[in-house]
Protein backbone atom coordinates (compact mmCIF):
# COMPACT_ATOMS: atom_id res chain seq x y z
CA UNK A 1 0.00 0.00 0.00
CA UNK A 2 0.97 3.62 -0.79
CA UNK A 3 1.87 6.16 2.19
CA UNK A 4 -1.82 7.79 1.33
CA UNK A 5 -3.65 4.33 1.12
CA UNK A 6 -2.24 3.69 4.54
CA UNK A 7 -2.99 7.17 5.64
CA UNK A 8 -6.89 6.68 4.77
CA UNK A 9 -6.99 3.55 5.81
CA UNK A 10 -6.20 4.42 9.68
CA UNK A 11 -7.78 7.81 9.28
CA UNK A 12 -11.32 6.14 8.26
CA UNK A 13 -11.33 4.35 11.44
CA UNK A 14 -11.29 7.48 13.33
CA UNK A 15 -14.55 8.35 12.10
CA UNK A 16 -15.83 5.01 13.89
CA UNK A 17 -14.17 6.07 17.31
CA UNK A 18 -16.03 9.53 17.23
CA UNK A 19 -19.20 8.28 17.62
CA UNK A 20 -17.40 6.89 20.53
CA UNK A 21 -16.54 10.45 21.79
CA UNK A 22 -13.04 10.16 20.64
CA UNK A 23 -11.78 13.17 18.58
CA UNK A 24 -9.32 13.68 16.43
CA UNK A 25 -6.42 14.46 18.66
CA UNK A 26 -6.88 11.53 20.98
CA UNK A 27 -7.20 9.24 18.57
CA UNK A 28 -3.82 10.44 16.65
CA UNK A 29 -2.16 9.71 20.42
CA UNK A 30 -3.51 6.37 20.53
CA UNK A 31 -2.13 5.83 17.35
CA UNK A 32 1.19 6.90 18.11
CA UNK A 33 1.55 4.29 21.20
CA UNK A 34 0.45 1.58 19.54
CA UNK A 35 2.33 1.62 16.00
CA UNK A 36 5.35 2.46 18.48
CA UNK A 37 4.80 -0.60 20.51
CA UNK A 38 4.78 -2.29 17.12
CA UNK A 39 7.91 -1.31 15.47
CA UNK A 40 10.06 -1.85 19.12
CA UNK A 41 8.02 -5.50 18.39
CA UNK A 42 9.53 -5.97 14.85
CA UNK A 43 12.99 -4.56 16.06
CA UNK A 44 13.38 -6.76 18.92
CA UNK A 45 12.38 -9.89 16.47
CA UNK A 46 15.11 -8.79 14.23
CA UNK A 47 17.41 -8.46 17.11
CA UNK A 48 18.01 -4.39 17.38
CA UNK A 49 17.86 -3.67 21.32
CA UNK A 50 14.80 -2.52 22.30
CA UNK A 51 13.82 -1.18 25.62
CA UNK A 52 10.49 -1.90 25.70
CA UNK A 53 9.96 -3.88 29.27
CA UNK A 54 8.49 -7.77 28.19
CA UNK A 55 5.08 -7.42 30.20
CA UNK A 56 4.29 -4.31 28.32
CA UNK A 57 5.35 -5.58 24.81
CA UNK A 58 3.20 -5.07 21.69
CA UNK A 59 3.33 -9.27 21.98
CA UNK A 60 1.19 -9.50 25.22
CA UNK A 61 -1.71 -6.74 23.32
CA UNK A 62 -2.21 -9.10 20.34
CA UNK A 63 -2.83 -12.33 22.20
CA UNK A 64 -5.92 -10.66 24.62
CA UNK A 65 -9.31 -9.28 23.76
CA UNK A 66 -11.86 -7.93 25.86
CA UNK A 67 -11.78 -6.11 29.44
CA UNK A 68 -8.68 -8.17 29.41
CA UNK A 69 -7.15 -6.14 27.08
CA UNK A 70 -8.86 -3.06 27.94
CA UNK A 71 -6.43 -3.91 31.37
CA UNK A 72 -3.62 -4.80 29.75
CA UNK A 73 -2.99 -1.60 27.53
CA UNK A 74 -4.18 0.48 30.97
CA UNK A 75 -1.39 -0.78 32.28
CA UNK A 76 0.79 -0.57 29.75
CA UNK A 77 0.54 3.22 28.65
CA UNK A 78 0.55 3.65 33.16
CA UNK A 79 3.99 2.31 33.23
CA UNK A 80 5.79 3.06 30.22
CA UNK A 81 5.30 6.87 30.95
CA UNK A 82 7.73 6.30 34.06
CA UNK A 83 10.90 5.13 31.60
CA UNK A 84 13.14 7.85 30.74
CA UNK A 85 14.42 8.81 27.36
CA UNK A 86 12.24 8.07 24.10
CA UNK A 87 9.98 5.97 25.80
CA UNK A 88 9.11 7.98 28.56
CA UNK A 89 8.51 11.02 26.48
CA UNK A 90 6.24 8.78 23.93
CA UNK A 91 4.18 7.70 26.72
CA UNK A 92 4.59 10.46 29.47
CA UNK A 93 0.91 10.98 31.11
CA UNK A 94 -0.58 8.65 28.97
CA UNK A 95 -4.16 7.43 29.15
CA UNK A 96 -6.54 5.00 27.12
CA UNK A 97 -8.99 7.03 25.77
CA UNK A 98 -10.63 3.69 23.86
CA UNK A 99 -13.05 2.93 26.11
CA UNK A 100 -14.96 -0.14 23.81
CA UNK A 101 -12.42 -2.82 23.78
CA UNK A 102 -13.59 -4.31 20.83
CA UNK A 103 -12.21 -1.48 19.04
CA UNK A 104 -9.50 -1.22 20.38
CA UNK A 105 -8.69 -4.78 19.60
CA UNK A 106 -10.16 -3.62 16.07
CA UNK A 107 -7.28 -0.93 15.83
CA UNK A 108 -4.44 -3.24 17.24
CA UNK A 109 -5.09 -5.35 14.62
CA UNK A 110 -5.14 -3.43 11.77
CA UNK A 111 -1.79 -2.02 12.91
CA UNK A 112 -0.37 -5.54 13.18
CA UNK A 113 -1.02 -5.87 9.89
CA UNK A 114 1.68 -3.49 8.67
CA UNK A 115 5.34 -3.97 8.89
CA UNK A 116 6.30 -0.54 9.68
CA UNK A 117 9.68 -1.46 10.27
CA UNK A 118 10.74 -2.47 6.78
CA UNK A 119 8.82 0.84 5.51
CA UNK A 120 11.59 3.74 4.62
CA UNK A 121 11.70 6.22 6.91
CA UNK A 122 10.24 9.05 4.46
CA UNK A 123 7.53 6.72 3.79
CA UNK A 124 6.53 6.18 7.79
CA UNK A 125 7.44 9.87 8.05
CA UNK A 126 4.80 11.14 5.38
CA UNK A 127 2.11 8.37 7.10
CA UNK A 128 2.55 10.33 10.21
CA UNK A 129 2.82 13.41 8.72
CA UNK A 130 -0.56 13.01 7.00
CA UNK A 131 -2.31 12.23 10.43
CA UNK A 132 -0.87 15.33 11.85
CA UNK A 133 -2.25 17.28 8.91
CA UNK A 134 -5.74 15.95 9.35
CA UNK A 135 -5.78 16.29 13.03
CA UNK A 136 -4.83 20.13 12.32
CA UNK A 137 -7.66 20.72 9.62
CA UNK A 138 -10.11 19.67 12.97
CA UNK A 139 -10.91 23.30 13.97
CA UNK A 140 -12.77 21.80 16.85
CA UNK A 141 -9.87 20.65 18.31
CA UNK A 142 -7.73 23.49 17.80
CA UNK A 143 -4.79 21.12 16.78
CA UNK A 144 -4.13 23.84 13.99
CA UNK A 145 -2.03 26.08 16.31
CA UNK A 146 0.74 23.09 16.12
CA UNK A 147 0.97 22.89 12.67
CA UNK A 148 2.93 25.19 10.47
CA UNK A 149 1.86 24.61 6.68
CA UNK A 150 4.81 22.63 4.92
CA UNK A 151 5.14 24.61 2.11
CA UNK A 152 6.38 27.77 4.65
CA UNK A 153 8.58 25.34 6.31
CA UNK A 154 10.67 24.09 3.13
CA UNK A 155 10.98 27.80 1.76
CA UNK A 156 12.43 29.09 5.10
CA UNK A 157 14.71 25.75 5.27
CA UNK A 158 15.80 26.51 1.46
CA UNK A 159 17.03 30.00 2.44
CA UNK A 160 18.58 29.19 6.18
CA UNK A 161 20.46 26.35 4.27
CA UNK A 162 21.70 24.51 7.31
CA UNK A 163 24.47 23.00 7.40
CA UNK A 164 25.21 19.48 8.42
CA UNK A 165 27.33 20.43 11.21
CA UNK A 166 24.58 23.05 12.63
CA UNK A 167 22.59 22.55 16.20
CA UNK A 168 19.18 23.41 15.16
CA UNK A 169 16.45 24.31 17.70
CA UNK A 170 12.75 25.80 17.70
CA UNK A 171 12.04 26.07 21.36
CA UNK A 172 8.19 25.95 20.53
CA UNK A 173 8.70 22.85 17.82
CA UNK A 174 5.09 21.47 17.65
CA UNK A 175 4.65 18.59 15.57
CA UNK A 176 8.20 18.82 14.68
CA UNK A 177 7.87 20.98 10.74
CA UNK A 178 10.54 22.69 10.76
CA UNK A 179 13.18 20.12 12.97
CA UNK A 180 12.50 17.61 10.41
CA UNK A 181 12.60 19.97 7.14
CA UNK A 182 15.79 21.17 8.76
CA UNK A 183 17.15 17.79 9.22
CA UNK A 184 16.64 16.27 5.58
CA UNK A 185 18.27 19.36 4.22
CA UNK A 186 21.43 18.96 6.21
CA UNK A 187 21.08 14.32 5.12
CA UNK A 188 20.91 16.11 1.55
CA UNK A 189 24.32 17.43 1.72
CA UNK A 190 26.69 15.43 -1.16
CA UNK A 191 29.76 14.83 1.16
CA UNK A 192 28.37 13.40 4.56
CA UNK A 193 30.97 12.17 6.91
CA UNK A 194 30.01 9.10 9.36
CA UNK A 195 30.46 11.69 12.09
CA UNK A 196 27.93 14.28 10.16
CA UNK A 197 25.58 11.42 10.12
CA UNK A 198 25.81 10.40 13.64
CA UNK A 199 25.49 14.16 14.90
CA UNK A 200 22.42 14.42 12.75
CA UNK A 201 20.48 11.39 14.05
CA UNK A 202 21.43 12.75 18.04
CA UNK A 203 22.73 15.80 18.19
CA UNK A 204 21.93 18.02 15.68
CA UNK A 205 18.30 18.83 16.54
CA UNK A 206 16.38 20.35 19.76
CA UNK A 207 13.42 21.12 20.76
CA UNK A 208 10.65 21.49 22.99
CA UNK A 209 6.91 22.59 23.42
CA UNK A 210 4.65 23.21 26.80
CA UNK A 211 2.33 21.11 25.79
CA UNK A 212 2.83 17.30 26.47
CA UNK A 213 0.11 16.05 24.05
CA UNK A 214 2.36 17.84 21.67
CA UNK A 215 6.01 17.12 22.89
CA UNK A 216 4.48 13.02 22.32
CA UNK A 217 3.58 13.93 18.50
CA UNK A 218 6.52 15.71 17.53
CA UNK A 219 8.95 12.59 19.29
CA UNK A 220 6.81 10.30 17.56
CA UNK A 221 7.28 12.33 14.44
CA UNK A 222 11.25 12.45 14.36
CA UNK A 223 11.26 8.79 15.57
CA UNK A 224 9.76 7.69 12.60
CA UNK A 225 12.06 9.72 10.55
CA UNK A 226 14.94 7.80 12.19
CA UNK A 227 15.92 10.73 14.33
CA UNK A 228 16.82 10.54 18.08
CA UNK A 229 18.50 7.02 20.02
CA UNK A 230 17.52 6.00 23.24
CA UNK A 231 17.81 9.78 24.27
CA UNK A 232 14.82 12.18 23.32
CA UNK A 233 15.89 15.18 21.45
CA UNK A 234 12.55 17.00 22.69
CA UNK A 235 11.39 18.12 25.84
CA UNK A 236 8.24 18.88 27.93
CA UNK A 237 8.96 22.29 29.48
CA UNK A 238 7.98 25.99 28.99
CA UNK A 239 11.13 27.27 26.96
CA UNK A 240 10.30 31.49 28.25
CA UNK A 241 11.01 30.49 32.07
CA UNK A 242 14.82 30.27 32.66
CA UNK A 243 17.53 32.11 30.73
CA UNK A 244 19.65 30.41 28.11
CA UNK A 245 22.98 30.42 29.84
CA UNK A 246 26.10 28.95 27.53
CA UNK A 247 23.99 26.10 26.32
CA UNK A 248 23.58 27.87 22.31
CA UNK A 249 22.74 26.89 18.74
CA UNK A 250 24.14 27.56 15.12
CA UNK A 251 19.77 27.96 14.14
CA UNK A 252 16.54 28.75 15.51
CA UNK A 253 13.20 28.33 13.35
CA UNK A 254 10.35 28.67 14.93
CA UNK A 255 6.47 29.39 14.73
CA UNK A 256 6.01 30.73 18.42
CA UNK A 257 2.21 29.91 19.46
CA UNK A 258 -0.13 32.92 18.25
CA UNK A 259 -1.72 33.87 21.60
CA UNK A 260 -0.52 37.11 22.78
CA UNK A 261 -0.78 36.98 26.69
CA UNK A 262 1.08 34.66 29.34
CA UNK A 263 -1.28 33.90 31.76
CA UNK A 264 -2.02 31.41 35.31
CA UNK A 265 -5.51 30.56 36.60
CA UNK A 266 -5.60 31.34 40.19
CA UNK A 267 -8.21 31.16 42.51
CA UNK A 268 -9.91 34.41 43.99
CA UNK A 269 -9.59 33.75 47.78
CA UNK A 270 -13.08 35.94 47.97
CA UNK A 271 -15.27 34.58 45.21
CA UNK A 272 -13.46 30.93 44.56
CA UNK A 273 -14.06 31.67 41.13
CA UNK A 274 -10.84 30.54 38.88
CA UNK A 275 -9.47 33.48 37.55
CA UNK A 276 -6.37 34.30 34.29
CA UNK A 277 -3.81 36.11 35.63
CA UNK A 278 -1.51 37.79 33.53
CA UNK A 279 2.08 36.12 34.09
CA UNK A 280 4.98 39.42 33.28
CA UNK A 281 8.04 37.27 32.49
CA UNK A 282 11.55 39.02 33.74
CA UNK A 283 14.86 37.44 32.84
CA UNK A 284 18.19 39.14 33.37
CA UNK A 285 18.91 38.28 29.62
CA UNK A 286 15.19 39.89 28.16
CA UNK A 287 15.51 43.72 26.90
CA UNK A 288 11.25 44.28 28.00
CA UNK A 289 9.42 43.31 30.73
CA UNK A 290 6.23 42.24 28.64
CA UNK A 291 3.43 39.73 29.27
CA UNK A 292 3.75 39.49 25.33
CA UNK A 293 4.46 35.70 24.96
CA UNK A 294 5.28 36.66 20.88
CA UNK A 295 7.43 39.66 22.24
CA UNK A 296 9.18 37.10 24.98
CA UNK A 297 9.91 34.33 22.12
CA UNK A 298 11.60 37.24 19.48
CA UNK A 299 13.96 37.97 22.85
CA UNK A 300 14.46 34.11 23.91
CA UNK A 301 15.61 33.13 20.38
CA UNK A 302 18.04 36.38 19.89
CA UNK A 303 19.66 34.65 23.10
CA UNK A 304 19.54 31.05 21.82
CA UNK A 305 22.22 32.18 19.01
CA UNK A 306 25.41 31.50 18.96
CA UNK A 307 27.58 34.47 17.44
CA UNK A 308 26.57 34.85 13.48
CA UNK A 309 24.04 32.35 14.21
CA UNK A 310 20.68 32.61 12.42
CA UNK A 311 16.86 32.98 13.21
CA UNK A 312 13.75 32.57 11.09
CA UNK A 313 10.54 33.06 13.30
CA UNK A 314 7.32 32.81 12.46
CA UNK A 315 5.19 36.10 14.26
CA UNK A 316 1.89 38.31 14.22
CA UNK A 317 1.77 41.70 12.63
CA UNK A 318 1.62 42.68 16.26
CA UNK A 319 5.32 42.06 16.58
CA UNK A 320 5.96 44.63 14.05
CA UNK A 321 3.97 47.74 15.29
CA UNK A 322 2.86 47.60 18.63
CA UNK A 323 4.09 50.07 21.44
CA UNK A 324 6.05 50.16 24.34
CA UNK A 325 7.75 46.88 24.75
CA UNK A 326 7.58 46.15 21.54
CA UNK A 327 9.22 48.89 20.28
CA UNK A 328 11.86 48.32 22.96
CA UNK A 329 12.22 44.82 21.44
CA UNK A 330 12.49 45.84 17.49
CA UNK A 331 14.78 48.54 18.60
CA UNK A 332 17.15 46.49 20.68
CA UNK A 333 16.84 43.37 17.72
CA UNK A 334 17.68 45.77 15.26
CA UNK A 335 20.66 47.05 17.35
CA UNK A 336 22.50 43.83 18.47
CA UNK A 337 21.11 41.72 15.27
CA UNK A 338 21.00 42.07 11.61
CA UNK A 339 17.56 41.66 11.10
CA UNK A 340 18.38 41.50 7.36
CA UNK A 341 14.47 40.12 6.22
CA UNK A 342 10.83 40.44 6.72
CA UNK A 343 8.39 38.35 4.87
CA UNK A 344 4.50 39.47 4.79
CA UNK A 345 2.77 36.20 4.93
CA UNK A 346 -0.76 36.03 3.01
CA UNK A 347 -4.07 35.44 5.35
CA UNK A 348 -5.67 32.00 4.85
CA UNK A 349 -2.74 29.93 5.20
CA UNK A 350 -3.15 28.70 8.64
CA UNK A 351 -5.45 26.33 10.42
CA UNK A 352 -5.75 28.67 13.01
CA UNK A 353 -7.98 31.56 10.87
CA UNK A 354 -7.91 35.48 11.01
CA UNK A 355 -4.13 35.22 11.39
CA UNK A 356 -2.28 38.05 10.15
CA UNK A 357 1.63 36.53 10.46
CA UNK A 358 5.41 37.44 8.79
CA UNK A 359 8.46 35.90 9.02
CA UNK A 360 11.57 37.71 10.34
CA UNK A 361 14.84 36.66 9.43
CA UNK A 362 17.92 37.79 11.88
CA UNK A 363 21.48 36.89 12.54
CA UNK A 364 23.64 37.28 16.20
CA UNK A 365 26.18 39.69 16.18
CA UNK A 366 28.98 40.20 18.79
CA UNK A 367 28.83 43.76 20.76
CA UNK A 368 28.73 46.87 18.69
CA UNK A 369 28.96 50.28 19.63
CA UNK A 370 26.77 50.88 16.09
CA UNK A 371 23.35 49.29 15.48
CA UNK A 372 24.67 45.89 13.29
CA UNK A 373 21.26 45.69 11.08
CA UNK A 374 21.94 48.74 7.84
CA UNK A 375 19.25 47.52 5.54
CA UNK A 376 15.74 45.38 5.80
CA UNK A 377 14.37 43.84 2.79
CA UNK A 378 10.43 43.20 3.04
CA UNK A 379 9.15 40.80 0.79
CA UNK A 380 4.93 41.55 0.85
CA UNK A 381 3.49 38.23 0.24
CA UNK A 382 -0.22 39.26 1.10
CA UNK A 383 -1.19 42.52 -0.77
CA UNK A 384 -3.46 41.08 -3.34
CA UNK A 385 -2.86 37.86 -2.78
CA UNK A 386 -5.86 35.62 -1.98
CA UNK A 387 -4.86 32.03 -0.09
CA UNK A 388 -7.68 29.51 1.24
CA UNK A 389 -7.18 26.39 2.87
CA UNK A 390 -9.54 24.71 0.33
CA UNK A 391 -10.05 26.41 -2.74
CA UNK A 392 -6.42 27.80 -3.16
CA UNK A 393 -3.89 25.94 -0.96
CA UNK A 394 -0.44 27.40 0.03
CA UNK A 395 2.19 25.07 -2.74
CA UNK A 396 6.15 25.45 -1.85
CA UNK A 397 6.18 26.74 -6.06
CA UNK A 398 4.48 30.45 -4.26
CA UNK A 399 7.69 30.81 -2.56
CA UNK A 400 9.98 30.76 -5.69
CA UNK A 401 10.28 34.29 -6.36
CA UNK A 402 10.90 35.11 -3.03
CA UNK A 403 13.45 32.45 -2.59
CA UNK A 404 15.25 33.44 -5.65
CA UNK A 405 14.92 37.62 -4.70
CA UNK A 406 16.40 36.46 -0.73
CA UNK A 407 19.66 35.53 -2.67
CA UNK A 408 20.43 32.76 0.25
CA UNK A 409 23.98 32.09 -1.25
CA UNK A 410 25.46 35.90 -0.81
CA UNK A 411 22.79 38.25 0.06
CA UNK A 412 25.18 41.30 -0.85
CA UNK A 413 23.81 40.47 -4.32
CA UNK A 414 19.96 41.46 -3.81
CA UNK A 415 18.66 43.82 -6.28
CA UNK A 416 14.77 45.33 -5.50
CA UNK A 417 11.94 44.76 -7.71
CA UNK A 418 10.23 47.37 -6.68
CA UNK A 419 11.17 51.19 -8.48
CA UNK A 420 8.91 53.74 -9.25
CA UNK A 421 8.97 52.09 -12.50
CA UNK A 422 7.90 48.87 -11.83
CA UNK A 423 5.44 49.99 -8.54
CA UNK A 424 3.88 46.17 -8.28
CA UNK A 425 7.28 44.70 -7.23
CA UNK A 426 7.08 42.94 -3.83
CA UNK A 427 10.71 43.14 -2.89
CA UNK A 428 11.93 46.50 -1.26
CA UNK A 429 14.86 47.58 1.25
CA UNK A 430 14.59 50.13 4.20
CA UNK A 431 17.53 51.86 5.71
CA UNK A 432 18.23 51.50 8.79
CA UNK A 433 18.07 55.06 9.40
CA UNK A 434 14.82 55.24 7.67
CA UNK A 435 13.37 52.48 10.07
CA UNK A 436 14.11 54.17 13.53
CA UNK A 437 12.98 57.49 12.66
CA UNK A 438 9.16 55.94 12.13
CA UNK A 439 7.04 56.20 14.96
CA UNK A 440 7.53 53.50 17.08
CA UNK A 441 10.12 52.04 14.99
CA UNK A 442 7.09 50.39 13.08
CA UNK A 443 8.25 47.51 10.63
CA UNK A 444 4.71 46.82 9.51
CA UNK A 445 5.43 48.19 5.89
CA UNK A 446 3.40 47.89 3.07
CA UNK A 447 3.46 49.96 -0.63
CA UNK A 448 1.39 48.26 -2.85
CA UNK A 449 -1.90 48.99 -3.73
CA UNK A 450 -4.46 46.55 -3.00
CA UNK A 451 -6.55 46.05 -6.05
CA UNK A 452 -9.48 45.06 -4.63
CA UNK A 453 -10.39 48.64 -3.61
CA UNK A 454 -10.18 49.80 -6.97
CA UNK A 455 -11.02 47.58 -9.25
CA UNK A 456 -14.77 45.83 -8.72
CA UNK A 457 -13.90 43.93 -12.06
CA UNK A 458 -10.91 41.86 -10.47
CA UNK A 459 -12.48 41.12 -7.50
CA UNK A 460 -11.78 37.30 -6.55
CA UNK A 461 -14.77 34.90 -6.38
CA UNK A 462 -17.41 35.35 -3.78
CA UNK A 463 -16.31 32.45 -1.74
CA UNK A 464 -12.63 33.71 -1.65
CA UNK A 465 -14.11 37.20 -0.40
CA UNK A 466 -16.09 35.41 2.16
CA UNK A 467 -12.97 33.58 3.75
CA UNK A 468 -11.38 36.70 3.97
CA UNK A 469 -13.85 38.69 5.57
CA UNK A 470 -14.65 36.04 8.25
CA UNK A 471 -10.50 36.02 8.81
CA UNK A 472 -10.40 39.72 9.30
CA UNK A 473 -13.41 39.84 11.43
CA UNK A 474 -11.52 37.01 13.78
CA UNK A 475 -8.34 38.90 13.40
CA UNK A 476 -10.76 42.19 14.52
CA UNK A 477 -12.03 40.04 17.30
CA UNK A 478 -8.50 38.93 18.66
CA UNK A 479 -7.46 42.44 19.06
CA UNK A 480 -10.28 43.44 20.94
CA UNK A 481 -9.63 40.96 23.62
CA UNK A 482 -6.12 42.25 23.71
CA UNK A 483 -7.57 46.01 23.95
CA UNK A 484 -9.46 44.38 26.91
CA UNK A 485 -7.01 42.47 28.70
CA UNK A 486 -4.92 45.73 28.68
CA UNK A 487 -7.64 48.06 30.16
CA UNK A 488 -8.70 44.75 32.93
CA UNK A 489 -5.03 45.31 33.69
CA UNK A 490 -5.12 48.77 34.04
CA UNK A 491 -8.15 48.61 36.30
CA UNK A 492 -10.08 50.59 33.79
CA UNK A 493 -12.70 47.57 33.64
CA UNK A 494 -13.49 45.22 36.10
Known amino acids: MSASEIVNKVWNYAHVLRDDGVGYGDYVEQITYLIF ?7 EVSGQQVKVPGEYAWAKLVKLDGDDLELQYRHTLENLGKQGGMLGTIFRKAQNKIQDPAKLERLIKMIEKEQWSTLPADVKGEIYEGLLERNAQDVKGGAGQYFTPRPLIQAIVDVMQPKPT ?14 LAAHDYMAAHPTLSKKDRRHLKETALRGNDIVD ?26 ALAKEVGDNRVDM ?3 NPPFGKKSSITVINEK ?25 NFVQHIANMLKIDGKAAVVVPDNVLFEGGAGETVRKTLMERCDLHTILRLPTGIFYAQGVKANVIFFDAKPAS ?3 WTKKVWIYDFR ?16 FKEFIELYKPEDRSKRKPSWTEKTPNGRWRAFTYDELIARDKTNLDIFWLKDESL ?5 LPPPHILAAEIVEQLQAALEEFKSVEEVLAGNGVIE
Open 37 to 43: LKMADER
Open 166 to 179: DTVADPACGTGGFL
Open 213 to 238: GVVRLCAMNLYLHGIGGDECPISSND
Open 252 to 254: VLA
Open 271 to 295: SGKKEQEKLTIEREDFWATTSNKQL
Open 369 to 371: KTA
Open 383 to 398: TNVHMTLKEKRLVKND
Open 454 to 458: EDTDN
